[in-house]
């Protein structure tokens, strides 16, 4: 038997899918118990007869009702409740005098409110079990409540969470452990308010030095964050009743023996209030939430709006029929406006980038219109979804002239931004997207009388994958394929990739194949590369996998002060409202963009014009000031 004698067992644990969560129910295995993991979600656990895993809403008393039920009827009677789940939202601050009433209520909906059915339902089965047995006590019965280094010094910008937490860990627990023991007479109710824990929600959060000194060092003795496996372990501790027999109604710290909060970190600055609208303080000491100019990554969220047009260019087939066609319709009439109204409710419809066809724009005029109202910005996608290398020059030239006027007359502007449908691009496609988009010549910088940064700029080739580029491909600056029945000699040359930057150059935005949904999530019968029956979490995880690395990347560039590598960098998605607008995938986009925005400032939604304007400005100017010569195009 181990030290703390918690074989046996029945533990559940809410909120099982998070960070701390998932480190609880491995923890109480380990110890020999069974254990019920419960959450809103499911999330990937160790498999074990011992362990049963259940999703609920905890806010809701129905829902918290029927899992305790059903935990009873798999493991038994409940003898510990590890209360853990919880929310918060990172992704904005909010002074008290603008913070909205309805994160308030989600906030509290979660943590107090449905911290409070937990607990009550937990102990009114304990309950029920006693009463049962003629009033023989539950053995071991505690209760341990997940609080935070919130509920004790506060948080600025985040009333809701920090006041919820304080309500649990001290008024809350304080009461029920005067309640608990007129049940069990060795009934105990405690909490653990951890600091900062190195769990996924912060990835990232702590990579700059400076803000983790803020954080986790200059007021904390150990220097150091918590590991998942501390506020475990603590958990477990505080569950034994032969480790912890003798506490009851405490709160006990995780935080590294952290002293409080710095107000005032930096002095001899003036730095602008980190919450629009707000007076500067009166004091010359800097807040460091504005000590970023820019963020870390800029997330270029794009829209592939192909519908039927998907089957007519790239996609047409002799085999094609309705039931295919059909597809291009939902993607039109349920898709479409599905991804669009998850961008209203994320408030990020305007830093949209849709790519439509010319064919989607007549055809399904009326989401096109809501689109165009949302804020979006319109790029253009072929008309029919074409490829380049299915037309000749003189077609390519008279499909640019009608979608450029499709879209000016839906918008009101000349668009400038193309994606080359199934990203196949070809020299002439390079030099027609520079003529219609600049007009002053292609040997010299256009007068001063003209905006050096309305170019167009396409997203289909990717020389980089996170940053922004100068297209470098010309009718004389390409790749030429060996003819192998000529001498060695004549082939065996290097592809020039000299820079042949000049002001009319597009700008490339990269885009690629493990940064899209169409050919993981559906399946076209005529179509090679697509698959269909993919599990979303996998398609999911990659993406999560790569904008971590970005992360990181972009954190090593800060801290070895190459901060002007972090400038610029990327992270795009493409999206077809065929496939993300189905109902199996659309949570996932969801989940994914909510991860995303939870990285607060150092994440950036933005239309691809305002990246690609910006970066073109800051090209130029670094050009000119090192004296670059400008190489025009032959």
Known sequence: ???????????????????IGSQAVREFLAQGCYVTALDLRSSPLPLSPSLFTLEADISSEASIERSIKAAIDHFGAINILIANAGITDESACHPIWDLPLELWEKTYATNVRGTFLTIKHFLAAAKRFQ????????????IVVTGSECGKFGQEGH???????????YGLVRTVKNEIVRLNSKGRINAVAPGWVDTPLIEGRLDDPHEM??????????????????????????????????ISGQCLSVDGGMEGRLVWPETGIIAPSPFPGSANPTSSLALTSERKLHPSIRVLLTIDFDAISGYLGTGAH???????????IFAGQVGAPRLLKLFQRLNIADKVTWFIPGHSMETFPRIVADIVDSGAEIGLHGYCHEGAYQLNENQERDVLNKCIDLATKLTGKKPIGYRAPLYQLRESTIGLLEEFGFLYGNDSLPPPSTDRLTGPKDSSLTPHDSFPSFLPFSPDHGVACPNFSLPANTWMHPTNLADTFSPTALVELPANWYGEDMTPLSYYPHAPNTQGYVDVRLVERMWTDRFRFLMKEAAEAHRGDRKD????RMFMLVLHPDTSGMAHVIGMVERFLEWV?????RVEFCRCEELARWWREKEIKQKEKSGSSHQGRK
Request: aromatic share 6%.
């Open 1 to 19: 038997m181990s030290f703390l004698r918690l074989e046996g067992y029945h533990v559940l644990v809410t909120g099982a899918s998070g960070g």
């Open 131 to 142: 009463d049962g047995r003629g009033g023989e006590e539950l053995e071991n019965l505690a």
């Open 318 to 328: 002799k085999d094609n029929n309705l039931a295919d066609y059909s597809a291009g």
């Open 159 to 169: 009333g809701e969470y920090a006041s919820g937490k304080a309500g649990l860990q």
């Open 597 to 601: 925005g939870s990285q607060g400032k």
């Open 213 to 246: 000194w803020v954080e986790a060092q200059a007021t904390v003795p150990l220097r150091k964050i918590a590991k998942p496996e501390d506020v475990a372990r603590t958990m477990a501790f505080l569950a034994s009743h032969h480790t912890s027999g003798h």
């Open 565 to 568: 590598e972090d400038e610029g």
